[in-house]
């Protein structure tokens, strides 16, 4: 990239977006960023970055006024895609309408950026669908279907990004599973992978489709941050479409299931007495006929449970593993390195099952629900007045006292041991938050 | 030690005249999802009983003992097991003294077991019977004089609870079996209960159990068998407990039993009978020809609790 390279950056408040413009702020050959925000407030600590508001979905002008628009198209060099509705249950039109229009939109604006000099798109690995196997980087093109309306639409959106690269200098990074942080687990948005791990830490994930050898790729999201500024400058290669994924450090399924276990064993001593069972791997009708039943009479609990893991965990009986030369090349060349899978995964865990990053209030009022009140009271909500309906006493504000500090980890001053921060399950929730 | 082989030498049931199809239960409100559903489940009606359920005991075990001419003073233990509160007391107008009138002292007595020491076995759930038979053993294999035990299970839910529990439908009904030394069919192979205490409350777990049931159905099945040396391919026949048609169909799998060795003819017809679904099944499958001498057979069972029984026998 040249001295003077001018970013737009789309989907700037996204979860790649948002690391993604700090980490390029820092460059030297970056003169200046345009993030571009929708829906989440884009936040921009550094001068170099000017947040815009604007839509891919609009227009080819990404929704911006029409003076921003010839501004940010007069001066940019590079765009960089990121830009999507990474839901797994968008419906079809929806996810269409952000990952297809949207890209289409961007390749338009692109045509009208008289210094532009490359257009970095964001995918995903998952464009390869239903496929199995070993999927190259130049692969497309495939008849196998598609698990979600994302990978859909992203492969739909790779389909409109390869027809451009006839006249535009573009490439493709397809990311695999982000992750959190790979020293902390941290993410400011959790995915569906999070919320299943804690559907397996509550016992709600019975059983998961696919065999324990398996491959899964994901990666931590630091790595595809430093990744994507390393192939959006010195890396770039117009044409190219790089697997930005694990490699060959793939973890096998059913030993990613016992890392998990494992993990909570660690990092959560008191989850052992619960004794919950390792979730069984099951071909894919057993289980979609599992998740049909829940839909049919399951309640909104388990149906959330499973609703969340239908929309990616089929995705597991489709074995494959994403070749990487070309990523892996590049980002060698770069000094770009990343963390081992296991350990990424297993920091995940640690972070997504930590007591200062769980629903505390579910928590207690699931104690006060099945341990305190022995599911003889009547239905009771976060903000029923426990002492005033007479469903708690003095004994047993001991016992939430024992519960908060020995399984949310937080101690209790004497000074806070007072009937009004113990009203409610709310009242306590905000009232013994842990502080970190 | 004496190693002789222990065995279900003899089985009979009772199960109430009347039934009630789900159409019936629901117009009553007696269910708690849709008659369609519940259908679709492999649900079609239950029966339904009058009387309670140390009168169905009573008659479970009179059959038991006249069709297969049981002296009664040859039985060493009769152990009662029930799985709700209610069929551990006689019925009567609930004073405190009535609290001990005991459902299995008063058998013992109508029927003369006038040797067989009496226990009752309580807060296993659906698995009761199961884990009845497993006492029995231990105690026949313990006890060098006692040769038969009668193990007895019964049930009738009081005429106002709901008749759905977790999307099975629940038949009142008894059955009463004699396990013995040296006995001719059903020999035990081996046993195992997992008990988990985490779903203790059943209303309040309720998701959790129903998401637990699947994964830990298919480990206590796996330790039975190995225990054993077995594999499935080696179960001639699953004789279940009477959940729904379609939880087997998401089990079996699991298992790695083929839909075809499972006897699910009465899941439709007698619905889910507690605790004495799989010996109901066992003894219509030998009725019914679907079981030769020699067959192993995988019995599976869930009780609330929780918990998780597995017993294979060779018939």
């Known amino acids: ?436 | 030690m004496d190693v002789s082989p222990i065995g279900i030498s003899a089985i009979a049931y009772a199960l109430p005249e009347r039934t009630v199809d789900l159409r019936t239960l629901h117009e009553c409100g007696l269910l708690d999802s849709p008659v369609d559903a519940l259908a679709e489940f492999g649900f079609r009606c239950i029966h339904v009983s009058d009387r309670p359920a140390d009168e169905l005991a009573l008659t479970a075990l009179r059959r038991l003992i006249d069709e297969h001419a049981i002296d009664p003073e040859s039985v060493d233990a009769l152990l009662y097991a029930g799985a709700i509160p209610e069929s551990h007391r006689v019925a009567g107008d609930g004073g405190t003294l009535e609290g001990f009138s005991y459902p299995v002292a008063r058998l013992q007595y109508e029927c003369g077991l006038i040797n067989a020491a009496t226990i009752g076995v309580a807060q296993a759930g659906c698995t009761g019977l199961m884990s009845a038979v497993a006492l029995a053993a231990s105690h026949l294999r313990a006890t060098p004089d006692a040769r038969r035990v009668i193990c007895l299970s019964a049930d009738v839910l009081p005429a106002d609870r709901k008749r759905e529990i977790i999307y099975n439908v629940i038949s009142d009904g008894a059955c009463a079996l004699l396990v013995e030394r040296d006995a001719p069919r059903n020999r035990i192979m081996a046993h195992r209960h997992v008990a988990k205490g985490y779903y203790w409350n059943s209303p309040a777990r309720k998701n959790e159990i129903v998401a637990a049931y699947f994964p830990t159905a298919r480990t206590i099945v796996r330790d039975t068998l190995t225990r054993c040396g077995y594999t499935a391919d080696d179960i001639a026949l699953v004789v279940p407990h009477n959940v729904s048609q379609r939880s087997w169909q998401i089990l079996l799998p699991l298992l790695g039993v083929p839909p075809e060795r499972l006897f699910a003819d009465n899941i439709a017809a007698k619905g889910h009978v507690i605790a004495a679904d799989n010996f109901i099944n066992l003894r219509d499958a030998w009725d019914r020809g679907r079981v030769a001498a020699g067959d192993r057979l995988l019995l599976f069972n869930f009780g609330f609790g929780a918990n998780w029984a597995c017993l294979i026998l060779q018939a």
């Open chain 1, 1 to 436: 990239m040249s001295p003077r390279s001018f970013v737009l950056v789309t989907g700037a408040a996204g979860t790649i977006g948002q690391p993604l413009l700090s980490t390029l702020a820092s460059m030297p050959s970056i003169e200046g960023i345009v993030a571009l925000g929708h829906v989440t407030p884009v936040v921009a600590r550094e001068p170099s970055v000017r947040v815009v508001a604007g839509d891919v979905t609009q227009n080819e002008h990404l929704g911006l006024d029409p003076a921003d628009a010839e501004a940010v198209s007069s001066r940019i060099t590079a765009i960089i895609h990121a830009a999507a509705n990474t839901r797994f249950d968008a419906p079809l039109s929806e996810a269409r309408t952000a990952n297809v229009d949207g890209t289409r939109h961007v390749i338009e604006f692109a045509r009208r950026c008289p210094r532009l000099n490359r257009i970095v798109a964001l995918s995903s690995t998952h464009v390869a669908g239903r496929r199995t196997g070993t999927i190259l980087e130049d692969d497309l093109e495939h008849d196998a279907g598609f698990v979600n309306t994302y990978e859909a639409t992203k492969y739909e959106a790779e389909r409109e990004l390869r027809a451009a690269m006839r006249d535009l200098p573009i490439a493709v990074a397809r990311i695999s599973t982000v992750l959190g942080d790979s020293c902390s687990g941290d993410i400011a948005r959790r995915s569906a992978i999070h919320q299943a791990v804690r559907f397996m830490y509550a016992s709600l994930a019975p059983m998961v489709p696919g065999d324990a050898d398996s491959p899964v790729d994901f990666i931590a999201l630091d790595h595809a941050v430093r990744a994507i500024a390393f192939l959006a400058t010195d890396g770039f290669e117009a044409g190219a479409t790089w697997h930005l994924g694990a490699g060959i450090d793939t973890v096998p399924f059913g030993e990613l299931l016992d890392l998990t276990l494992q993990a909570f064993l660690q990092h959560r001593p008191s989850w052992r007495k619960r004794a919950i069972e390792r979730p069984a791997l099951v071909d894919l009708p057993t289980f979609e006929l599992f998740c049909k039943s829940v839909d049919q009479l399951g309640d909104s609990t388990l149906r959330a449970s499973t609703a969340v893991m239908s929309h990616f965990a089929p995705q597991l009986a489709f074995p494959k593993s994403f070749d990487d030369c070309r990523c892996r090349e590049a980002l060698v060349r770069g000094g770009v390195t990343r963390s081992p899978s296991r350990e990424t995964w297993a920091r995940m865990v640690k972070y997504v099952i930590q007591p200062e990053n769980t629903d505390l209030e579910a928590r207690i009022l699931d104690f006060v629900r099945t341990s305190l009140l022995g599911g003889r009271a009547g239905p009771i909500d976060a903000g029923t007045y426990l002492f005033d309906e007479g469903l708690i006493d003095s004994l047993k504000i001991l016992q939430l006292i024992a519960f908060i500090e020995t399984e949310i980890g937080h101690t209790i001053p004497d000074a806070d041991v007072v009937m009004e921060n113990f009203r409610s399950v709310r009242t306590m929730a905000q009232r013994f938050t842990v502080r970190t």
